[in-house]
């Protein structure tokens, strides 16, 4: 059974940080690239950051770009997201999800994890 379980979500001020983490049961955990997206109340879920299977490539959406870093643990099976400068606009639950790297910013990912609610105020 496939399960991607998120940690780290919390209350935090604006231009503050937090690190997100995202531990997976994936047996073949290093075939998949990962992913992270977040969902605000009232919005669509959206795309915010991706990593390749290797490591070697990662993509962001241009709202996050230059805040936040995705970074993976193939031999923990663990992804991170270190989310920096936060601001209001980025509180959202936010959710771990598995899948082909190139598709996931558009068609999401094969497995999700349940998510993990960041507020930030102001």
């Known amino acids: 059974q496939v399960q991607l379980v998120e940690s780290g979500g919390s209350l935090v001020q604006a231009g503050g940080s937090l690190t997100l983490s995202c531990a997976a049961s994936?047996?073949?955990?290093?075939?998949?690239?990962m992913g992270w997206f977040r969902q605000a109340p009232g919005k669509e879920r959206e795309f915010v950051a991706a990593i390749s299977w290797s490591g070697d490539s990662t993509y962001y959406t241009d709202s996050v770009q230059g805040r936040f870093t995705i970074s993976r643990d193939n031999a923990k099976n663990t992804v991170t997201l270190q989310m920096n400068s936060l601001k209001p606009e980025d509180t959202a639950v936010y959710y771990c999800a598995a899948g082909r790297y190139m598709t996931m910013p558009t068609h999401g990912g094969t497995y999700w994890g349940q998510g993990t609610q960041v507020t930030v105020s102001s």
């Open positions: 994936l047996r073949t955990f290093s075939r998949y690239a």
